[in-house]
């Protein structure tokens, strides 16, 4: 499986920003997809998931009634929304295939994007 992810960019705080992640390769559908955050010097951090059939979604807290995961099955996409952005959400954002929830586990990782927000 390969990721791909897009959407990043430079935005102020209580603005809004959507990740994309488009993934090729078989079986997309039986993954745990989600995303994962990064800064410098620190440890990547869980952010979202998602299994197969968009019920069983989990957040972290820091991502609790802000952001919302979705995924398309059809088209091998998964996104995330995220709205009321904070400086403290700045990092590099990171799609997985077969993230364990809760942990930066995953058998696949993608390439980063860049989020920024300003404050």
């Known amino acids: 499986v390969q990721l791909q992810a897009s959407g990043g960019g430079l935005v102020q705080a209580g603005g809004s920003l959507r990740l994309s992640c488009a993934a090729s390769g078989r079986n997309f559908n039986t993954y745990q997809m989600g995303w994962g955050r990064q800064v410098p010097g620190k440890e990547r951090e869980f952010v979202a998931s998602s299994g197969w059939n968009d019920r069983n979604t989990y957040y972290a807290d820091s991502a609790k009634g802000r952001f919302t995961i979705s995924r398309d099955n059809a088209k091998n996409t998964v996104s995330l929304q995220m709205n009321s952005l904070k400086p403290e959400d700045t990092a590099v954002y990171y799609c997985?295939?077969?993230?364990?929830?809760?942990?930066?586990?995953?058998?696949?990782w993608g390439q980063g994007t860049q989020v920024t927000v300003s404050s």
């Open positions: 997985a295939a077969g993230l364990v929830p809760f942990s930066s586990q995953a058998i696949y």
